[in-house]
């Protein structure tokens, strides 16, 4: 078997809020899970909430915090809790480093943002997340942006967000061929509750993808 056909697309949830769908997202095999630090969005958790839900993530489901220009003491509380942070502020290199833990920074794709030049300013970084830019908003848009702007050959693997669901996930697998994917609205009954069949047709596309 070649090792193309070994290839699997990563998958991670993000938004969690109900201890249900973290269960059910652990038993459809998804990667990772995230929750939202930030308390400006209609997903957001506090941190006994995330101590809560991060408890019933079992090993080898990777726990990612959501921050967005986020008081240290306040990323230092959810620590214990976390396993990767995510930064989708305006944190620079130094900033995100700090912690001890992974992480990957979130990139709103403005049409100044030059992919290869941000890859080597986070050169530490796991991952870069490309997410649709939307003045005021620093993630979950539900919006997706110009795929063809991300670089083939780009130096840190690509998460790929904005906009994702299953009507566009194959397509989105297919053309980008992305490290990983990132969902939240697109398997969602509303903000922060999500609906176990989106969960799982998403997990079935992307599969679907993976195998062409």
């Known amino acids: 078997m070649s090792a193309a056909a070994l290839t699997r697309t990563r998958i991670k949830f993000c938004g969690f809020t109900r201890g249900e769908d973290v269960d059910h997202a652990v038993a459809l095999g998804v990667d990772a899970l995230g929750f939202v630090m930030w308390p400006k969005s209609a997903r957001s958790v506090n ?3 995330l101590a809560a839900l991060s ?8 726990r990612v915090g959501l921050f967005v220009d986020q008081p240290a003491e306040l990323i230092e509380q959810c620590l214990p809790y976390l396993d990767m942070l995510q930064f989708h502020g305006n944190e620079t290199p130094e900033a995100c480093q700090q912690y001890q833990l992974p992480w990957m920074k979130a990139l709103r794709m403005r049409d100044e943002v030059e992919l290869s030049h941000e890859a080597q300013r986070y050169h530490q970084a796991q991952a870069l997340l490309l997410d ?6 620093p993630g979950g848009t539900g919006e997706t942006f110009d795929w063809s702007r991300i670089p083939a050959n780009l130096a840190k693997p690509v998460i790929l967000a904005g906009g ?3 009507d566009n996930i194959a397509d989105a697998v ?9 969902v939240s609205g697109g398997i969602e009954a509303s903000h922060g509750c999500k609906d176990a069949d989106k969960m799982a047709s998403f997990v079935r596309y992307v599969a679907l993808a993976d195998a062409r």
Do not use: H
Request: net charge positive.
């Open 47 to 49: 941190v006994e909430q």
């Open 132 to 137: 649709a830019y939307r003045p005021g908003t």
């Open 174 to 182: 297919r053309q980008v061929a992305p490290y990983a994917v990132d």
């Open 55 to 62: 408890a019933r993530v079992p090993a080898f489901v990777t």
């Open 164 to 166: 994702l669901s299953a």
